[in-house]
């Protein structure tokens, strides 16, 4: 067998050479590969911070001091008006585990040659880690309802109070109820946003609905008082005197019924129809609209059975008690009131 050649013995050592320096460098590659996965690659940010090269450790202390201690901040929270501190870190908490894991994400997914070229080009993963958190939605649900209870009223319907013969109004006033639904989603939005850990976002205004008195003034409508002791009628218009009429009440054997009624029908030219009480037994069934009848020409009727204020004939009994329970009034008084009030005015009978 012939000697190989020189030539031979010289590509032969370059090519074993090249052999060695190439699994050398691979080796290195390799090696170097697995130590950098324990620091953060360059390019990662942590809300505009730099943390390539970081540790574990050291992206935890940087998520300390750039998210988590700014996340216990008090917040100001507004609900109509009201101002409520909340400390967020009772009900939210920073998810570290996950943004540390964000940290070394960009390298776990890169390929070896991509991974290679970042090491050797020094070539950026670039990747922002986004702050993650958890919600303890019953604890912000209950702190919500804290605020309800404050923040919530009724509303107040107007309404005609009665103060001896005079009339007060109790004026009606708008309610507020705290939207607790939509407060939770604003309140978990804002707190788990970028904008949690802003020094400029540290004020949250949560919905509040508006509840509308179902009765105002200007539903009161006009209220008559009837003084028993005096015989008296009022009309008021809100709380002002609008006028005074004279009446008769009913007698003691048939006295007109004290308390709060209302006015349940207006009769033009009412037949007077005949009760059936031993009063009337000797009257006819009926009596149409005329001279003759005993209601004259207009009657107000009340929810109190068989009361109202009507008309006379007998305009000497006017002033006295001498009705079966009605307020009789002069044609003239009994037609202006007939005029100036309408079905469901209040009326107060008092002695």
């Known amino acids: 067998m012939q000697a190989p050649s020189t030539m031979q013995r010289t590509l032969t050592v370059i090519l074993a050479v090249c052999l060695l320096t190439l699994s050398g460098g691979m080796a290195w590659a390799a090696v170097n590969d697995y130590a950098a996965r324990t620091v953060v690659p360059s390019g990662v940010t942590l809300l505009g911070r730099d943390i390539s090269g970081m540790s574990a450790d050291e992206v935890r202390s940087a998520i300390s001091s750039d998210v988590s201690d700014r996340l216990k901040q008090p917040y100001t929270v507004v609900a109509d008006g009201h101002e409520f501190t909340l400390d967020p870190s009772n009900a939210v908490q920073v998810d570290v585990d ?3 894991d964000a940290a070394f994400q960009p390298r776990k997914t890169a390929s070896f040659v991509t991974r290679l070229e970042h090491d050797v080009m020094q070539t950026p993963l670039t990747a922002e880690v986004e702050p993650v958190y958890t919600v303890d939605q019953a604890t912000l649900d209950t702190w919500i ?4 209870q404050d923040v919530d009223r009724k509303a107040v319907n107007a309404k005609v109070l009665l103060k001896g013969y005079k009339i007060e109004i109790r004026k009606s006033e708008t309610g507020r109820k705290v939207d607790v639904a939509r407060s939770a989603e604003v309140l978990q939005q804002t ?19 508006t509840i509308e008195p ?20 009022r009309l008021f218009d809100g709380g002002k005197l609008v006028k005074t009429y004279r009446c008769a009440i009913g007698t003691p054997a048939h006295p007109t019924p004290p308390g709060e009624w209302k006015i349940v029908q207006k009769r033009y030219m009412p037949t007077w129809r005949n009760p059936g009480s031993a009063w009337a037994a000797s009257m006819p069934r009926s ?3 005329g001279p003759s009848n ?6 107000i009727n009340l929810s109190a059975p068989g009361i109202r204020f009507h008309g006379t004939r007998n305009i000497a009994s006017v002033g006295t008690a001498a009705s079966h329970g009605c307020m009789r009034m002069y044609r003239q008084d009994v037609e202006d009131l007939y005029d100036r009030v309408k ?5 107060f009978i008092v002695r």
């Open 191 to 209: 707190l788990t946003s970028e904008a949690a850990v802003s020094e400029s976002a540290r004020r949250i205004s949560i919905p509040v609905e």
């Open 214 to 233: 179902k009765k105002t003034e200007d539903d009161l409508g006009r209220t008559i008082v009837v003084s028993l002791s005096q015989r008296r009628v």
């Open 98 to 100: 996950a943004m540390v």
């Open 294 to 299: 005993p209601l004259g020409t207009r009657a």
């Open 343 to 347: 079905v469901g005015d209040k009326v």
């Open 145 to 148: 309802a804290d605020v309800a």
């Open 287 to 289: 009596i149409p609209p």
